[in-house]
């Protein structure tokens, strides 16, 4: 019996699931101890002078020690718990008879006095149950001191203030409530839930303030505004962590619902004066936001000096914004956004500078994908040209090629301004590194792979900029197609110089732009033969330029120069095929006369492949070239005399190729197999129904060789010495025997291959037993199954079923000993020659 898993997988297994419950149950008794801890702390719990360091927001709270008691012994105080727990019942049993009972009696002066009574009781008592060490019931009746607070503002201004408005009472209230509350947790020390209660009814004053005066937008930003100061305030100085910890969530919570009433107020704006007051309000929620990262730990410092930078920004721009087109705002923020940089300089905490560092970089990146959709439009614009082939220069120009009404292009000007102004930018950082490094030094520790990212991004962004430039001037078409050509070779030529100095990731960068700017102008230019020509001859110099540039010796590891050679070699085979293509488009050929011209590329890939042998490029040359081939085969297809030439003419491509040793074992069989497919497909064009008059003596010399070549070396295989001689014929008269009514065909057809498979068995040579059974199946089952099926049809409808149940139990039941023999079988096959 086997072990499913085998017996170590399965050990190994449960070894590692015992060690996971062991750290499991070590989590768990932590936790349990900490629990009890809490639950019981001791008469006299000292502050250790450690717990100061967990005073910061988000701290690990300190644990104090604990020391389970003794069995079979109570906890001190534990008799006097339980009697008030009673008594706290039985009290709230006579509040709730006197509630159902009396207070119907009773005006409303009268509920408040009760309730003012029951509320003094619930403050006082947990004073004294603190000292006796009751902290749980302590904890319970504080909050139901808090909870009956509320009752008595309600019932103040039930009783005192009812003209008050409710908006400005519940303002008023909520402050003196936030105070009271604040000072009780002061008072009580020990009681956890007031203080962080008071901060978070401390949210509430200033916006129902607001509420209530009929404030607008502004008003609200102020209020929103100034209540996050005051949760900064108290996140940097408040008492406990807990208290910290909601002063921080209520600081960032209002903190950005008033920012981004001010960035909406902002960005509306129409006039300078109008964008006075929420840049007013941005620069206070930078002030807040700094003064909170300076003191804050690093996480909360880096995200409080990005948000004081981008408020910043957004108040600056806001101002020179106001009153211009909305299209052009985007370079005016890019330039405050680079302009933040220079805060660098001031002294300010490391996070808090890279914070800022940061926003400045959001700024940019913003920018950059606001404009990124022109270029993008303007690469994948031509795409529509496919449907349009040498339609005619289109109406508009280039706006009408892409396909894009002119406003479009009108509204958004500013985008190309936008890219080169971004790759200006980051142009100069990578020109002037050094004293980048040097101002950014204690806030940044910049690195050469930063810079040399920064070279590639200027690079995209500026090629960006000028690609989208023709169709935002409103270029003509030819104007246009000479633009985006001449952008084309000069990404090529700045690719070259990149990758020959090591820049690699600028050089990658460049090429990659440079081969989408070919695409897209290869695109553009299918719109008129008279620019196809000149576009894709250009193309085919320039990338066989790169590729020889680029040319590194085969004993030199420059991965980068090699890879980028052999994508610049592949881009010209794709122009020159492109230029064969529309050369026979031009002289009028329909596409299967059109497809032998294709093979002419790869004519020349071949003889490049030779002529590059020890070369990196040549695989790729190679490879490439085989592409038109596909080209032309699936051209030729409709018409099967073309079809069959244009095989031959790749077999003869292929047996050039095989004559090179390294290329002999792929290229030969290659060529084998498309003479035999090219010469099958002349035989069914030619109308010949008996294929074998053809193929026979064609099948005979090859057999007689393969015994020569097998004599002379009895290594050599089986297939290569009669694979090609018995497939010229046993395929072609396969096929002529599936669609032959008549017996005589399949009878002899089924005789030879029987004849061809037991000689293969008795010679143990793989190709004839191979052949042969696979040919006797398949002529098999041409002849067997009209019979089957009628056998079938005349059985009964279950019985198929029912034999499939019976075949499948059988091989299930015997599965083991079925695999061993198959084993065995591919065994023996596998050792014939």
């Known amino acids: 019996m086997e072990h499913v898993p085998p017996p170590a997988e399965e050990l190994a297994l449960l070894d590692r699931e015992l060690a996971r419950l062991d750290a499991r149950r070590s989590q768990l008794l932590i936790r349990r101890d900490w629990l009890l801890s809490v639950l019981m702390p001791p008469a006299t ?26 069995a079979g012994t109570a906890p001190g105080g534990g008799a006097q718990n339980v009697l008030l727990t009673l008594g706290g019942l039985l009290l709230a049993v006579a509040a709730i008879a006197f509630t159902l009972v009396s207070w119907g009696h009773m005006g409303i002066a009268g509920r408040s006095a009760v309730l003012c009574a029951v509320t003094l009781a619930a403050l006082a008592a947990p004073a ?67 203080l962080p209660l008071a901060v978070v009814t401390a949210q509430l004053p200033l916006v129902l303030w607001a509420w209530s005066a009929g404030a607008d937008a502004s008003g609200f930003g102020w209020a929103l505004l100034g209540t996050a100061a005051l949760d900064c305030a108290l996140a940097v100085r408040g008492r406990g962590v807990v208290v910290r910890m909601t002063a921080c969530a209520g600081a960032w919570t209002t903190g950005l619902l008033g920012l981004l009433v001010a960035l909406t107020q902002s960005v509306a704006a129409r006039s300078v004066p109008e964008a006075m007051n929420p840049a007013a309000l941005l620069l206070a929620g930078a002030a807040i936001a700094l003064f909170g990262a300076w003191r804050a730990p690093r996480g909360l410092a880096v995200a409080g000096g990005a948000l004081a930078g981008l408020c910043a920004v957004a108040a600056v721009g806001g101002v020179l914004c106001a009153g211009i087109d909305r299209g052009w705002s985007v370079p005016v923020y890019l330039l405050c956004g680079a302009a933040l940089l220079a805060a660098l300089r001031a002294p300010l905490p490391q996070p808090v500078g890279r ?24 690469l994948l614009g031509p795409v529509s040209r496919l449907a349009q082939v040498w339609s005619g220069a289109p109406e508009g120009g280039v706006r009408g090629a892409l396909g894009v009404a002119a406003s479009a292009w009108t509204a958004a000007a500013a985008a190309p301004v936008t890219l080169l102004l971004g790759a200006a930018l980051l142009g100069a950082g990578y020109r002037w590194w050094d ?13 050469p792979a930063l810079r040399g990212t920064a070279g590639a ?42 990758l020959r100095r090591g820049a690699g990731s600028a050089g990658w960068t460049v090429l990659v732009c440079g081969l989408a700017g070919a695409v897209s102008v290869g695109f553009l230019s299918l719109a008129q033969e008279s620019a196809t020509y000149p576009v894709f001859a250009m193309l085919l110099v320039v990338l066989g ?13 420059v991965h980068a120069l090699r890879a980028a050679q052999a994508v610049s070699a592949c881009g010209a085979v794709v122009c020159a095929t492109v230029l064969v293509r529309a050369a026979g488009a031009s002289l009028g050929l329909a596409g299967h006369q059109a497809a032998p011209l294709l093979l002419a590329v790869t004519a020349v890939t071949v003889l490049l492949g030779a002529r590059l042998r020890n070369r990196p490029v040549a695989p790729a040359v190679e490879l490439a070239g085989a592409v038109p081939a596909v080209l032309a085969v699936l051209m030729a297809v409709p018409d099967r005399p073309f079809l069959a030439l244009v095989l031959a003419l790749c077999g003869v491509l292929a047996a050039g190729t095989a004559v090179r040793a390294e290329r002999r074992p792929a290229a030969g069989y290659l060529a084998t197999a498309l003479f035999v497919l090219a010469a099958w497909v002349r035989l069914t064009a030619s109308g010949v129904s008996a294929p074998e008059a053809y193929t026979l003596p064609v099948t005979v010399p090859a057999l007689v060789v393969g015994v020569l070549r097998r004599r002379r070396d009895p290594s050599a295989s089986s297939w290569t010495a009669y694979g090609a001689g018995l497939a ?21 057809l089924g005789a030879a291959a ?23 199946a398949l002529d098999a089952v041409h002849e067997l199954a009209p019979y089957v099926a009628q056998a079938v049809g005349a059985l009964p409808r279950w019985l198929p079923l029912a034999l499939a149940g019976v075949l499948l139990l059988a091989v299930g039941a015997t599965y083991e000993q079925r695999l061993r023999d198959a084993r065995r079988l591919k065994e023996s096959v596998g050792r014939m020659r």
């Open 45 to 70: 719990p000292p502050m250790p002078p450690l717990a100061a360091r967990y005073a910061a927001p988000f701290g690990p709270p300190p644990q104090a020690p604990f020391t389970a008691p003794a």
């Open 128 to 194: 004294v149950l603190l000292r006796r060490g009751l902290s749980a019931t302590a904890e319970s009746l504080g909050a139901l001191a808090c909870l009956l607070m509320v009752l008595d503002a309600y019932a103040l201004h039930q009783v005192a203030v009812p003209q008050a408005g409710a908006a400005g009472f519940a303002a008023a209230s909520s402050a003196v409530l936030a105070a009271l509350w604040g000072g009780y947790g002061l008072w009580l020390g020990r009681l956890r839930l007031p």
């Open 355 to 378: 914070g800022l560092g940061w926003a400045a970089a959001g700024v940019g990146a913003a920018a950059v994908l606001a404009a990124a959709p022109l270029a993008g439009l303007s």
């Open 435 to 447: 004293r980048l490094v040097r101002v950014a030094g204690p806030v940044f520790r910049p690195g």
């Open 457 to 498: 991004v200027a690079s995209a962004l500026c090629w960006a900029g000028l690609v989208s430039l023709p169709a935002v001037l409103g270029f003509s078409y030819p104007a246009a197609v000479a633009a985006q050509s001449v952008l084309a070779a000069v990404a090529f030529a700045a690719a070259v110089g990149y």
């Open 545 to 557: 330029a790169v590729a020889v540039l680029l040319d590194a010796p085969a004993d030199r590891a």
């Open 728 to 748: 010229a014929t046993l395929v072609p008269s396969l096929a002529a025997a599936w669609f032959d009514p008549d017996w005589p065909r399949p009878l002899l």
């Open 754 to 776: 029987l004849v061809i498979t037991l000689a293969g068995a008795r010679l143990r040579l793989q190709a004839l037993l191979l052949l042969g059974g696979a040919v006797l």
